[in-house]
């Protein structure tokens, strides 16, 4: 079992940066690809950012690239998700996934998740 904790939400305005972190307790972290999603309110579960466990692949959906970046410390097992430029579109809860495999783009490859952590982005 692999337990994950998101952090770091809140509100914010538009343009504005905001950093997430999920910390894992259980197996071995550095042994799990790690991912990011996000739901918005009568929408489904979408990928944002996953990063693998150890050969540092790193995957961005394309309404994120060059706004937010994805890094983990194995030392402290925390993913971290830094978003710069919010949107408003941005407002969602994000959610931390931890996969055995390798970093995938779908959450039905994910086997463990956070409860989510709430970001609204104001205009």
């Known amino acids: 079992q692999v337990q994950l904790v998101e952090s770091g939400g809140g509100l914010v305005q538009a343009g504005g940066p905001l950093r997430l972190s999920c910390a894992a307790t259980?197996?071995?972290?550095?042994?799990?690809?790690m991912g990011w999603f996000r739901q918005a309110p009568g929408k489904g579960r979408d990928f944002v950012a996953a990063?693998?466990?150890?050969?540092?692949?790193?995957l961005y959906a394309d309404s994120v690239k060059g706004r937010f970046t994805i890094s983990r410390g194995n030392a402290k097992n925390t993913v971290y998700l830094q978003m710069n430029g919010l949107k408003p579109e941005d407002t969602a809860v994000y959610y931390c996934?931890?996969?055995?495999?390798?970093?995938?783009?779908?959450?039905?490859?994910?086997?463990?998740w956070g409860r989510g952590t709430q970001v609204t982005v104001s205009s």
């Open positions: 996934a931890a996969a055995l495999g390798g970093p995938g783009l779908s959450r039905y490859e994910y086997d463990y």
């Open positions: 259980g197996r071995t972290f550095s042994d799990y690809s």
């Open positions: 990063i693998s466990s150890n050969d540092g692949r790193i």
